[in-house]
Structure formats: structure tokens, C-alpha cells
């Protein structure tokens, strides 16, 4: 199985696949494709896992299996956000969190669940929940801007804004805390930040989504459906 990710950062994930070759994909990624292929569309794993992911992750109830019938057969897959494609390889050693909403495909051997945060330890923007991808494999995600990696040496500290963390490998020290003191958090255009202890590896997005809905003076759902809670895309009346 081969992969080239085109046009970023208005970015495809164009995947070669070999007669009996399959990749698993987000319900909706597809774009295009070419020559024999059968899809099978399935629940992610197990009808409880299914609805955990879906409800909680911010991500399809159901995913294609693709797999290749002849030689030479093409899938054109993307995401929802105006960004890079990336790719995270994925091990025993070296499983990863990623941010709710930026999955796009996996190879097999993937297992895709969902990781509680926890109110104190919410990362990933406002999201109380982010997917854990383990196993041994690839897995492709699609964020807003461009991607970067960052490799954090052992004891180095590393702190970034919570908007613009996408991944970060599952086995990181981490903490979420203000920017600064309170004027710095209020008068400083910040707000919470993620704080991680090294080893660790991170991917971050250049641009932050939040900022560009605030910036066309668009308005949160939460706001414009009056006093909701929202977790993990449910809207609770309060």
C-alpha cells in the first residue's frame, strides 16, 4: 500500500492499493476512486464502541472498509477542515491522542477509541473527549492550517495554546493551566494552555479555528442556541 498526500494545504490523501489490499475510512471521506474496489460499511467496533466514538468523538457512527479486488486501484480521501494532511505512525510503543473530528483513515491493524479527559484535563480545544488511536499501523488526520511536529526532549517543557494542539502521544505528562496569572488570561488574548513535560512527541495546526470563527463574527452554537451545554455534540438545555 503506497499514500501521497496532494494540494496541501487544500489537502487529498491519494492511496495506491494492491489487489486485496483495505484501508478504513470516516464515513464521508471518500472523493474519488478507481478501479475494482469493494466498500463495506460498518459500525467502528461493536455497537457500544460505535456509539462512544460517534456521540463522544465527534466522529461517524459508521466507517467504509475499502478493499482492492484487482492491481492499481486508487481511493482520494479528505476531511472537513482547510488544512494539512498529516500521517502518525502508530505502534505498540507509541500510541497517540488526536484531536476529536481531524480522523480521516486508518490502515489495519488500527484501533480507534475514545479517551476521557476529564474537566481538568481537557486539552483539545473545548472537547471533554479526544480519540486514541493504538496498534500498529498508520493513521491520517486532517486539521485547520499547516502541521507541525515537535519532538520534546526528556524534562524540556513545552507549552502551547489549546486551539492549536491536534495530537500528542499517549504516554505524555501533561497539564492544562491558565496563561500566566488571571490579567494575563483575561487582558492577554490567551486562555487555558497545555503544559507537557518531555519525552513526547506533538503535532500542532498553525491557525486556530476558533479565532477565524471569532474573526468573521460568527458565534458559537452554544451562544446562538441560547444557554446549552455541549458534550460531545450534544446540546443540553440548562
Not at 502521544?169 to 487555558?192: A, M, P, Q
Not at 458565534?219 to 443540553?236: A, C, D, K, V, Y
Request: overall charge negative; glycine content about 12%.
Amino acid at each position: 500500500m503506497e499514500f501521497q498526500i496532494l494540494k496541501n494545504p487544500m489537502s487529498i490523501l491519494e492511496v495506491h492499493l494492491k489487489k486485496d489490499e483495505t484501508i478504513t475510512a470516516e464515513a464521508g471521506a471518500l472523493v474519488f476512486m478507481k478501479g475494482d474496489i469493494k466498500i463495506d460499511t460498518t459500525m467502528r467496533a461493536g455497537i457500544l464502541k460505535s456509539v462512544k466514538v460517534s456521540f463522544l468523538g465527534n466522529e461517524s457512527f459508521f466507517v467504509n472498509k475499502y478493499t482492492a479486488k484487482e492491481e492499481e486501484c486508487v481511493l482520494g480521501l479528505t476531511g472537513p477542515p482547510v488544512g494539512d494532511i498529516f500521517e502518525i505512525s502508530i505502534n505498540n510503543e507509541a500510541g497517540f491522542i488526536v484531536q476529536s473530528g481531524s480522523y480521516i483513515a486508518s490502515t489495519p491493524g488500527v484501533t480507534i477509541d475514545t479517551k476521557w479527559q476529564g474537566f481538568t484535563k481537557g486539552i483539545f480545544g473545548s472537547e471533554l473527549f479526544m480519540l486514541k488511536a493504538t496498534g500498529e499501523g498508520k493513521v491520517f488526520c486532517n486539521a485547520y492550517g499547516g502541521i507541525i511536529e515537535k519532538q520534546i526532549l526528556p524534562n524540556e517543557k513545552f507549552i502551547l495554546d489549546n486551539y492549536h494542539l491536534v495530537a500528542l502521544s499517549i504516554d505524555s505528562e501533561y497539564r492544562v493551566t491558565k496563561f500566566g496569572g488571571l490579567k494575563n488570561t483575561i487582558l492577554g488574548g490567551e486562555g487555558l494552555v497545555t503544559e507537557i513535560i518531555g519525552p513526547a512527541t506533538v503535532y500542532f495546526q498553525t491557525k486556530n479555528l476558533k479565532e477565524l470563527i471569532d474573526l468573521l463574527g460568527v458565534r458559537h452554537s452554544q451562544e446562538t442556541q441560547g444557554s446549552n451545554l455541549n458534550i460531545g455534540g450534544f446540546r443540553i438545555g440548562m
